[in-house]
Each structure stands twice: as structure tokens, then as C-alpha cells.
């Protein structure tokens, strides 16, 4: 008995440190802003000597006109190949030169670009993102524009037309959002609007967007922010300010029906899409339905795993998650069916799962379950300079705010088992989503019909 007495001791202990350190999660920073319009975030780290320079530009697929689409991704791409004081290649070669890595991504509504090295190199990273920043425009070329439009295009052959269930999303889109939303077309564009885009165009693009003003600056980790301040201006004040920048409105919409859709394709198993819409990242309703996901198919003991795959061994897998964005969101339920299996079968459970949502909160176990998994994933990211640099870049994105990380952590802590049912009957209406079956070429009788 003392044992357990002890372990209980022990426990509670832990859970007493957990809970003071829940009230003190924070990512303290400073924020400023250059006479250009940059904006730059601090956050001094001095864990280990180690930092992140992490610039999002705020333009995304959604800031692209029709017929040219893509854009913002092959950006992505021309931002590596050089810029007026970089020749093509040495942005990874001085990197790598002194232990650090890079990379950068594309999303609807924002690109990012960043660099992780040793603290002593600070001025390296500052100096790269500032040249291609400020002096891209000298080094791209017709020839450099059309190179990496090749390379894009056979990243799109790759990722979606040559890739088994590649086209779902895209289907999905153009058949969720309407033709004047802006998140009608995938990230990666069109084949044709990458193959008509002009190298005017490109320039055109880059004017428009990737100036200071529609650019933030996060540094995170072990720095002196007032010496950092001090590098940043040296590298970036010279760049000429952009002009203002729009953002993208999308239109009021909502799926008035349930839309069925059918694509063959060079696959061995059938495979279900259900697409919802569901709220913007942040707004009220998106924490609800992030911990609904999480209840229905996170996990080996979540509802529509313990179903689909276990008990009824129907299914391969299974996945749900709500993604937020700026103009909206989506709810999405994917799942796998096991040969011979139709999607029907799959779909009348999923949809069976769902409604006892509807009607019947979720226990209080499993809430907390999901709760304590979110608690413990963001726990996680406060180790990483990389980690906190994207939350300070994504809450003074999407919220307004960068020290919204209390906020983002209330905001689950605070949810009732009733506020998971009662968003679950307002966007998981059966009657109003997208339907897609992806079957094998010529079973076509394994599709939701």
C-alpha cells in the first residue's frame, strides 16, 4: 500500500505541475515594425544555441486570378534559385555550410520560407531571405522561370495525375467551393494555366506580393532581441515598399445538396471521400469539430476505427480531420475499403457513427482523451524554435494576434461534450456535403451509387 500511496503522491504531483504550467504557456515576443511595412516577431529561446528565421509572405493559392492558377507554389520553387548577391545553388550550399536546413511550403493562403542554424549564423539566414526578398527580380530569367515551371509540372504529374487517388482532391474542390471562390483550384495549379503563364506574368506576381509590407519576419531562439532588431534593419531596410495589399474575399455559399461523384482510377481498393463545410481556422466551431475528428477516427480506440477496422474489418483505414482556413473550412472523412468491400457498406456506418453524435454527446472520457492529446502535441511544439516560430506566424495570421496561445489553448479546455454534438448536427448534415468514390478502373458497382 505505501507503493501506491506513493505513485498516487507522485501523480498527483505531476498532475499539479501540469496544471501550473498550462496557466503559464506563453511565447513571449516583441513585435515591430520597419518603415518598409516589414513586420518582424522576437522570441529569445537560449535552450540550446540554436535559431529560426521564418517569413511568411501572406499570398496563397487564393490570391491567384483564373486561368492562372499556380502561381504562388512556383514562387516556392523560383525562390531557391538564386537571387542578385546568390548565385543558383548556393542558397543550400552556404546553409548546409554551416549545419543548417531550409525548406518553405505553399498553402491557400499564406507562403512560408524558413531556416534553422546554429545562433552564431543568424546573419546568414537574414542575409538570404533579404537578397531574394529585395534583389530576386536580377537573377530570374525567362530560362529560370520555364526550368522550374518543368520541374512543377512534373511534381503535378507525380503528386496527382500519375499517383493513385491523386485527382480526389482537386475533384473535390471544383466540386465544393463554387467557380468564383477562391479555393476552387488546388494549391499546385493547372497544367494549362502553368503552361500559358508568361514570364510577365511571373514578375508581375512576384511585385504584387513579395514585398516587406505582405511579408512577417519571426526569429525564434537563442538571441539578444535588440541586437536582433538591429540585424534585421541592416539587412532589410533598404527594400522598397509594395504596393497595398487586397485580400481575398470569398463568396457567401452553402452545399445546397449532396453531391455524388464517381472517379476511376489505377487503384487496387475503392476509397470513400465525405467533404463538409465546416468553420473558418480559429472561428467559433472549428475547436468543436477538431475534437469531433479526433473522436471519430483518431486513434485505435476512436468510434469509426474500432468499427470500420476492427470489429467489422470492412475497412483499411480510416482518417477524419476539420482543416480550417482563412474563408472557410472543411471537414473531411476518408476511408479505405478492403477488397471486395463496397463503398456503400463503409458509408452506412460512417454515417451511423455520426448520427449517434448528433443525438448522444460524447462521453466525457473521450473528450478529455482528445483534449489531453492536443495538450500534450502543443506541450510538444514549445521545445522546437521551428515549432514556435510557425504558432507566432499562424496566430498573427489567423487571429490578429501572436500571443494567442492561451487563447488557442482555452479554447479546447473549455468545451462541454454537448458543444461537440451541437456543432456535429449544424455542419455534418448527410443531405449537404460531397461525396466522392475512387474505384478501380471498371468497378465502377463498388461506388456510392
Known amino acids: 500500500m505505501k507503493s501506491f500511496f506513493s505513485l498516487l503522491f507522485l501523480l498527483l504531483v505531476t498532475i499539479s505541475g501540469i496544471r501550473a504550467q498550462e496557466k503559464a504557456l506563453s511565447i513571449p515576443h516583441t513585435v515591430h515594425t520597419l518603415d518598409n511595412g516589414l513586420t518582424v516577431i522576437l522570441h529569445e529561446d537560449h535552450t540550446v544555441p540554436m535559431v529560426t528565421v521564418n517569413v511568411w509572405y501572406h499570398v496563397g493559392s487564393s490570391y491567384e486570378k483564373p486561368k492562372r492558377t499556380g502561381f504562388a507554389h512556383l514562387f516556392e520553387h523560383i ?45 546568414l539566414a ?94 525564434a531562439g537563442d538571441i539578444e532581441p535588440a541586437k536582433a532588431l538591429e540585424k534585421v534593419k541592416y539587412w532589410f531596410n533598404e527594400i522598397p515598399q509594395g504596393e497595398a495589399v487586397i485580400r481575398p474575399t470569398a463568396p457567401v455559399f452553402g452545399l445546397l445538396d449532396e453531391k455524388k461523384l464517381t472517379i476511376e482510377d489505377n487503384v487496387q481498393l475503392p476509397r470513400l471521400y465525405l467533404a463538409y463545410q465546416s468553420p473558418a481556422r480559429y472561428a467559433p466551431g472549428d475547436a468543436e469539430m477538431d475534437v469531433a475528428a479526433d473522436v471519430l477516427a483518431n486513434g485505435k480506440n476512436s468510434r469509426l476505427y474500432k468499427r470500420l477496422v476492427y470489429e467489422l474489418q470492412i475497412a483499411q483505414n480510416v482518417s477524419v480531420y476539420q482543416d480550417g482556413s482563412a474563408l472557410g473550412g472543411m471537414f473531411m472523412v476518408v476511408a479505405t475499403a478492403r477488397p471486395g ?8 456506418v460512417i454515417d451511423e457513427e455520426i448520427g449517434k453524435l448528433t443525438t448522444t454527446a460524447p462521453t466525457e472520457r473521450e473528450v478529455q482523451r482528445v483534449i489531453h492529446q492536443n495538450e500534450s502535441n502543443i506541450l510538444r511544439q514549445m521545445e522546437s524554435p521551428m515549432a514556435k516560430a510557425e504558432m507566432l506566424q499562424s496566430y498573427y495570421r489567423f487571429a490578429g494576434n501572436p500571443d494567442w496561445l492561451n487563447e488557442d489553448f482555452s479554447r479546447y479546455k473549455a468545451l462541454q461534450p454537448s458543444d461537440i454534438s451541437a456543432s456535429v448536427r449544424q455542419y455534418l448534415n448527410p443531405k449537404k456535403r460531397v461525396v466522392l468514390s475512387v474505384v478501380p478502373k471498371g468497378k465502377t458497382d463498388l461506388a456510392i451509387q
Do not use: C
Not at 468491400?341 to 452506412?348: C, F, N, S, W
Open 79 to 123: 525562390m531557391f534559385e538564386g537571387s542578385g548577391n546568390v548565385k543558383e545553388g548556393d542558397f543550400d550550399n552556404l546553409l548546409e555550410a554551416v549545419g543548417g536546413n531550409n525548406n518553405g511550403s505553399t498553402t491557400q493562403d499564406r507562403t512560408n520560407y524558413y531556416e534553422t542554424l546554429p545562433a552564431n549564423a543568424l546573419d
Open 126 to 219: 537574414l542575409f538570404l531571405e533579404s537578397d531574394r526578398m529585395g534583389y530576386l527580380l536580377e537573377a530570374m530569367s525567362p530560362g529560370k522561370v520555364d526550368g522550374q515551371r518543368d520541374v512543377v509540372k512534373n511534381e503535378r504529374r507525380q503528386s496527382y495525375e500519375n499517383r493513385p487517388y491523386g485527382m480526389a482532391f482537386q475533384t473535390i474542390l471544383e466540386n465544393f467551393y463554387p467557380k468564383d471562390h477562391p479555393y476552387n483550384w488546388p494549391v499546385i495549379g493547372y497544367m494549362d494555366d502553368l503552361t500559358a503563364a508568361s514570364y510577365e506574368d511571373v514578375v508581375e506576381f512576384f511585385k504584387k506580393y513579395y514585398a516587406p509590407n505582405n511579408a512577417v519576419l519571426v526569429i
Open 341 to 348: 468491400i463496397k463503398l456503400a457498406q463503409l458509408q452506412a
